[in-house]
């Protein structure tokens, strides 16, 4: 059974940083590639916005422009998690974050929220 469990998320004020985590079980992790995604508690559908990715081996990661500079994400294959590293927050970084493995059918995790305050 595959199981994508996120953990990290918070409350932090405008500019602050956080740090979330995705651990992941049943599944061949160092073939995954990973991604965060996000959905505001204001987006008006069930679509997620997708935040960055890292590929299997950790070589490439790409970013959405809206990150970019401010997150990083990383991953650490002997423990099967990857990272999402989040500084600079700002207010519209406000959402429900979720971490995505590409095996490559697509497995979710449960989503762990952030919740930036001015």
């Known amino acids: 059974q595959v199981q994508l469990v996120e953990s990290g998320g918070g409350l932090v004020q405008v500019g602050g940083s956080l740090r979330l985590s995705c651990v992941t079980s049943g599944l061949t992790f160092r073939k995954s590639a990973m991604s965060w995604y996000r959905q505001a508690p204001q987006a008006p559908g069930p679509e997620r916005d997708w935040?960055?990715?890292?590929?299997?081996?950790?070589?490439?990661?790409t970013y959405a422009d809206s990150v970019l500079g401010r997150f990083r994400i990383s991953r650490d294959n002997r423990k099967n998690t990857v990272y999402l590293q989040m500084d600079g927050l700002k207010l519209e970084d406000t959402a429900a974050y979720y971490c995505?493995?590409?095996?490559?059918?697509?497995?979710w995790g449960q989503g762990t929220q952030v919740t930036v305050s001015s």
């Open positions: 935040v960055a990715t890292i590929a299997s081996d950790g070589g490439t990661s």
């Open positions: 995505k493995a590409s095996t490559p059918v697509d497995y």
